[in-house]
């Protein structure tokens, strides 16, 4: 396995449901993130995680919970979302230091809020 | 804190045509330089990316860009497009930090859509 891997790759889920999207990055990095790509808006970065712990939280709704319980695996829980949550979430990893802050991305989980 | 702009949100061109996509970015600090790609359904992945040295960077497939800190620009091209070029191409900066720490830092442009007809 390369690079970074997210599963599913589709979801589709009723706003009353609780699911949750898996990321693994197989690249030794120590710094994993979560963005949001909706249509026609910039990337929203809403996770930073490093050495495992939470260093950055861009204001996201509680109904969004991260989980990093190793540098390897960061876990995005979602709970009573909005069908405005509708979008592609994209994994990221890279270095916490050197690399010019370069960002590896994982092929995204496309959601789509009922 | 830095800020990019990418002047162009669609370029359409013809195959074979020469293509620029604009990025300036605006920083009090030194910065390093990147170009994403995105094809439909996927991700993004590095295109090129200038972090200190040569200023005219080159990717693997025919796309360079040029470091131009006078104009704090950092524009793609690409002397002649294939169908294949067709995505969304993203431009970021992310700050020169002294201590070496750099992650989370970097700063996205909104995008830009190269679509290439035949």
């Known amino acids: 396995e390369t690079g970074v891997t997210q599963t599913p790759r589709h979801l589709v889920m009723g706003m009353t449901n609780k699911k949750s999207l898996k990321c693994e990055q197989h690249?030794?990095?120590?710094?994993m993130y979560w963005y949001k790509q909706s249509a026609k808006k910039p990337l929203e970065l809403m996770f930073v995680?490093?050495?495992?712990?939470?260093?950055e939280n861009n204001s996201v709704p509680s109904r969004f919970s991260p989980e990093c319980p190793n540098s390897s695996h960061l876990f995005l829980h979602l709970h009573t979302l909005q069908p405005e949550d509708s979008a592609l979430y994209l994994c990221?990893?890279?270095?916490?230091?050197?690399?010019?802050?370069?960002?590896?991305f994982g092929e995204g989980s496309r959601l789509t809020v009922l | 804190a830095q800020s990019v702009t990418q002047l162009d949100s669609q370029v359409p061109v013809f195959e074979e045509a020469p293509v620029e996509l604009r990025c300036n970015y605006s920083?009090?600090?030194?910065?390093?330089l990147f170009w994403y790609v995105q094809y439909p359904n996927q991700g993004l992945q590095l295109l090129l990316k200038?972090?200190?040295?040569?200023?005219l960077v080159e990717s693997i497939n025919g796309f360079e860009a040029e470091f131009n800190k006078s104009q704090t620009s950092f524009h793609l091209r690409k002397p002649s497009v294939h169908i294949s070029d067709t995505a969304e191409y993203f431009c970021?900066?992310?700050?020169?930090?002294?201590?070496?720490?750099?992650?989370?830092?970097?700063?996205f442009g909104q995008g830009t859509i190269l679509t290439v007809h035949p």
């Open positions: 990221a990893s890279s270095r916490r230091i050197g690399g010019g802050g370069e960002l590896f």
């Open positions: 920083s009090s600090v030194s910065v390093y």
């Open positions: 200038y972090l200190s040295g040569s200023t």
């Open positions: 690249l030794g990095h120590n710094a």
């Open positions: 995680y490093s050495l495992e712990e939470r260093v």
């Open positions: 970021a900066v992310s700050r020169v930090s002294a201590g070496g720490t750099s992650y989370g830092k970097l700063t």
